[in-house]
């Protein structure tokens, strides 16, 4: 069975520097990793994913992750985080081409310092 | 631009109460699953369907919760009777996969349970 960690629970960085969440999947087979932004109360919302190819992803709202198999990791990054990326972040890991349920990692909370 | 619905929003009911939610998929996803997650930590699948038919319910706990998708359409999870452990966000997901097409699953906005 598949399984996500994220080590950091919570990570505070100041607007406008950089950011990088942590990500470490466990899987047998080629996996279909995703990251999830949701802000408090609300839903899933998708920032980007991997199913093959360049392993350097581009996402919406500036984010980047990227899938280094040898190191089962697909961490999430951004040059410069704004207050409104305060929110909590979910890595997921899919099988089945994405038709599977996911399985996800507990979030890590990211906080932003003005 | 199209959602996944689901209602209600918030939900407060009592021990040993019945209580359902509803999700309207969007338009033309087959597959159609039910996540709980619990305060604190990321969701857990519960039910999958494809089409009317699930395809994987091992999470979901059978004595108290139950999940149908008659017409393939939209969907209705009920738990009866609730427990206190049940307080959690029901998150709906919708996807459309097709053979040899990688695709990716579109997320509710929840509905907040709350047992008392």
């Known amino acids: 069975a598949q399984s996500v960690t994220q080590p950091d629970i919570h990570i505070t960085v100041s607007e406008g520097a950089s950011l990088e969440l942590r990500c470490n999947y466990s899987y047998g087979a080629t996996p279909y990793l995703f990251w999830y932004v949701q802000s408090p109360g609300q839903g899933l919302q998708l920032l980007l994913k991997y199913f093959s190819g360049d392993t350097l992803v581009q996402g919406i709202k500036g984010f980047e992750a990227e899938f280094k198999r040898s190191q089962s990791s697909f961490n999430l990054r951004k040059p410069s985080v704004h207050w409104s990326d305060a929110a909590e972040y979910f890595c997921?890991?899919?099988?089945?081409?994405?038709?599977?349920?996911?399985?996800f990692g507990k979030g890590t909370h990211l906080i932003i310092q003005p | 631009e199209a959602e996944v619905a689901q209602s209600p929003r918030y939900k407060i009911t009592e021990k040993s109460q019945a209580v359902a939610f509803w999700c309207d998929p969007i338009?033309?996803?087959?597959?159609l699953y039910w996540y709980r997650q619990i305060l604190g930590q990321g969701p857990e699948l519960l039910v999958q369907f494809q089409d009317e038919s699930v395809v994987d319910d091992s999470q979901l706990p059978k004595d108290r919760f139950s999940a149908e998708r008659l017409k393939g359409v939209d969907s209705t999870l009920k738990i009866q009777p609730a427990e206190l452990g049940d307080s959690a966000m029901y998150l709906c997901a919708s996807s459309s996969p097709k053979q040899g097409v990688n695709t990716e699953a579109f997320f509710g906005q929840g509905t907040r349970l709350t047992v008392v």
């Open positions: 338009s033309g996803h087959a597959t």
């Open positions: 997921a890991v899919g099988t089945g081409g994405g038709a599977d349920g996911l399985t």
